[in-house]
């Protein structure tokens, strides 16, 4: 099973930008879509973005479109969520997975496999 490793979250002042990368090691990365899901205290873990296998497709959940930008390098299997303008709300532990499938139409929790172990968000004032 593929390792996933988050890396690049700490704190930053409302709009501000942040970058979060997840590095795979093992598995076929560039077969499967990879997502970008976040939980923020006291709330269930909710989708963020979700990037095709081939990094041709994208879906973004409605507080990411406009501000957050995901992509990935399959050569060096990794995948990156770039946050712009951040909000308070968007104060969560970031997750990276990779999914069941190639295609990124699937963006539920229970499409996604293999989870990272988390890297903190702090937006403040």
């Known amino acids: 099973q593929v390792q996933l490793v988050e890396s690049g979250g700490g704190s930053v002042q409302a709009g501000g930008s942040l970058s979060l990368s997840c590095a795979a090691s093992?598995?076929?990365?560039?077969?499967?879509?990879m997502a970008w899901f976040r939980q923020a205290p006291g709330k269930k873990r909710e989708v963020v973005a979700v990037?095709?296998?081939?990094?041709?497709?994208?879906f973004y959940a409605g507080p990411a479109k406009g501000r957050f930008t995901i992509s990935r390098d399959n050569a060096k299997n990794t995948v990156s969520l770039q946050m712009n303008r951040l909000r308070l709300e968007d104060t969560a532990v970031y997750y990276c997975?990779?999914?069941?499938?190639?295609?990124?139409?699937?963006?539920?929790?229970?499409?996604?496999?293999?989870w990272g172990q988390g890297t903190q968000v702090t937006v403040s004032s």
């Open positions: 093992g598995g076929a990365f560039g077969s499967y879509s």
């Open positions: 990037i095709s296998g081939g990094g041709d497709n994208t």
């Open positions: 997975a990779q999914g069941y499938y190639s295609n990124s139409y699937y963006n539920r929790e229970a499409d996604f496999d293999s």
